[in-house]
């Protein structure tokens, strides 16, 4: 039996949501990131990308190219607040929905057209979406991950694309390089260097051509330029959350050790959402005393990944469960309630000095090792492994290690 794999994004997930809170912003370019000099652009309306603004530009170039534009500092807490109502409607009508970053989704509708259609069920979802949450949404629907998502990007903006089993390659065949996923720069730069420009030409390659160039990888790209794709569509199988937590040799009440402690360890899970490219919507914070009564305590926030927002959140909840003088045996802290699409949803926070600073300590772990640099409150607390937490292998968080 054919599949049939919907793929649905939010166009312009985070100006749509301002345009919902200001109707002023209608019609008009806008642009959203950094305010201050060395701000960056998270998110542009598509009146601004008309002026040559895109994500990830420096707000200074973007304002020479677009300078009508409204400059918006954004809103995480209300961009947290409409992912969540928008998943929560997916997840009520379709039985398997795989959320892959704070504004898109893939839903496994394989089987309906017995009953309801898929293209009808598909169209149906996103009409609710629209009335139910005021936001434009696109979709693409096709008989794989790759080709939905390829299809979702050329139905955009605020439509939706049907492609029929058996026109995947006739689909793709005309299109640039830059729209299969998992393309990026470098390699696009390669494929371009051998004179590849359109998919259509990739498509005719030999298999074997690609594998000297790109090794392993070389047959994953040749697939998916054949509209080849059998990847699942998996109920969020990522981890929903990270924790660490240290049991001490000697049961203590030095509340400055205790919040270094704190610290660090949200420091390391921080930069582990950071290289994962993740958000955490929830911190919860663990106190086990001497005679072994715990206390928790956690809290709800807009999605982030900034080590000074949880670690400011993360004392604060320190504050309020630490309520008894006696010595401690074990602290923890857990990150829940998370999501993809860390890289773009961030570049609005990243603006002051610590989030600066925060960049370039990421710059220096990733290309150094994840304790080639940490803060001084650091130098005690072990890390928490340089594997990625969230490629499925079991947890590399080592619990419970004493110190």
């Known amino acids: 039996m054919s599949r049939s794999i919907l793929h649905m994004d939010l166009d312009s997930f985070f100006v749509s949501v301002e345009r919902l809170h200001d109707s002023r912003l209608n019609g008009v370019p806008v642009i959203i990131g950094g305010t201050s000099g060395r701000g960056v652009v998270a998110a542009c309306s598509y009146e601004a990308r008309t002026y040559g603004v895109g994500s990830a530009m420096s707000m200074k170039m973007a304002k ?11 809103n995480s807490a209300a961009y947290s607040k409409q992912s969540k109502v928008v998943t929560a409607i997916a997840e009520e009508c379709l039985p398997v929905v795989e959320k892959t970053s704070i504004d898109e ?12 259609g898929s293209l009808k069920v598909a169209s149906g979802l996103r009409q609710r979406i629209m009335r139910e ?3 434009p949404i696109s979709f693409g629907l096709s008989v ?3 080709v939905s998502k390829v299809a979702t990007g050329e139905a955009k903006p605020n439509n939706e694309k049907h492609i029929q089993s058996g026109n995947e390659k006739h689909f793709l065949s005309p299109l640039s390089i830059r729209k299969i996923p998992m393309v990026g720069p470098k390699t696009y730069q390669t494929l371009r260097d051998l004179g590849i420009q359109t998919i259509g030409t990739l ?3 030999p298999v074997d051509a690609l594998n000297s160039v790109f090794g392993k990888h070389g047959r994953v790209i040749w697939e998916k330029a054949q509209g080849i794709d059998d990847t699942p569509v998996c109920k969020t199988h990522d ?5 660490t937590e240290r049991t001490f040799n000697h049961d203590t009440t030095d509340l400055d050790k205790l919040r270094s402690i704190l610290m660090a360890m949200i420091e390391n899970l921080s930069f582990q959402l950071r290289k994962g490219n993740k958000l955490t919507s929830c911190i919860r914070v663990k106190i086990r005393y001497a005679d072994f009564q715990t206390q928790t305590k956690q809290l709800s926030i807009p999605y982030t990944s900034s080590d000074s927002v949880l670690i400011n959140r993360g004392g604060e909840l320190f504050g309020r469960i630490h309520s008894r003088r006696i010595r401690v045996r074990l602290i923890g802290v857990s990150l829940s309630g998370l999501v993809g699409g860390g890289s773009q949803y961030q570049l609005f926070e ?11 300590m990421d710059q220096i772990r990733n290309t150094y090792g994840d304790r080639a640099v940490f803060r001084a409150y650091g130098l005690g607390v072990k890390t928490i492994g340089r594997e990625n937490p969230f490629n499925g292998d079991p947890p590399p968080l ?4 004493k110190r």
């Open 64 to 74: 020479q190219l677009c300078p009508e534009a409204v400059i918006i500092r954004g």
């Open 105 to 116: 989704f893939y839903a496994d509708l394989s089987g309906m057209d017995r009953f309801f």
């Open 133 to 135: 949450s005021g936001l």
């Open 144 to 146: 794989n991950k790759t």
């Open 203 to 205: 498509q005719s390659m």
């Open 239 to 243: 981890r929903k959350s990270i924790s």
């Open 350 to 360: 990243k603006c002051d000095r610590s989030d600066s600073l925060c960049l370039a």
């Open 398 to 401: 080592l619990a419970n290690r």
